[in-house]
């Protein structure tokens, strides 16, 4: 399958929320959304700009999780084109213990508060981040996604094929602070190399 996305910085949430609220958007999940990026110790996934994650939705007293492999990323002139493949896993935990096993590592977490909405088609999420501008994410097709930027009332200018350590870096010259885009992150745990991200 073909993932086909923007993403842009967004001030004011509710305001966009009741706008596709009102558009007829359906909301899809509500709640906490956990990223773990798995990679060899030698960064081969990264050196071939492929990602393995396991993603984990909780919410509403239920947790679900997927398994998903990302392939390189292209751009065209407006969007972000990339490669995806995913499935659902029931138990993250066990999943997480095979791919120690098999000597894969957590590369980067990440961890968001988000509100999703299905508009037409394209999938909208607002991502709230521990510490850092909230984003919204539209991913459909360029049809679909450019409906949904138009709902938003965003200018249009504002979303970008940028990945998320564009916005942290963005983020941190703006506040002259430091981003937390996950748990660990907030912490103080500098682990993980958010540049990967």
């Given amino acids: 399958m073909l ?8 001030d004011d949430v509710e305001r966009c929320r009741a706008a596709v609220e009102q558009a ?9 959304l956990e990223d773990r990026r798995w990679d060899t110790p030698d960064r081969a996934m990264l050196a071939r700009d492929h990602v393995l994650r396991v993603r984990v939705y909780r919410g509403g007293g ?25 499935t659902s896993v029931s138990d993250p935990d066990a999943l997480a213990e095979i791919l120690t096993q098999l000597g894969y590592e957590v590369s980067i977490a990440i961890d968001r508060v988000v509100v999703q909405y299905d508009l037409g088609g394209a999938m909208v999420r607002f991502e709230h981040y521990p510490r850092m501008d909230d984003l919204v994410e539209v991913e459909g097709t360029p049809e679909q996604i450019e409906r949904a930027i138009a709902v938003l009332g965003l200018v ?24 937390a885009i996950s748990d660990a992150d907030l912490a103080g745990d500098g682990s993980y190399d958010v540049s990967n991200a």
Wanted: net charge positive; no cysteine; hydrophobic share 30%.
């Fill in 3 to 10: 993932e086909v996305e923007l993403k842009s910085v967004v």
């Fill in 24 to 32: 007829g958007a359906t909301l899809v999940f509500a709640g906490r």
């Fill in 62 to 86: 239920h947790a679900r999780s997927e398994l998903e492999w990302k392939g390189p990323t292209r751009r065209d002139t407006n969007y972000k084109l990339r490669e995806e493949l995913g």
């Fill in 156 to 179: 249009r200018g504002g979303f970008t094929t940028d990945r998320l350590p564009d916005f942290v870096r963005r983020y941190e010259e703006r506040t002259g602070g430091r981003a």
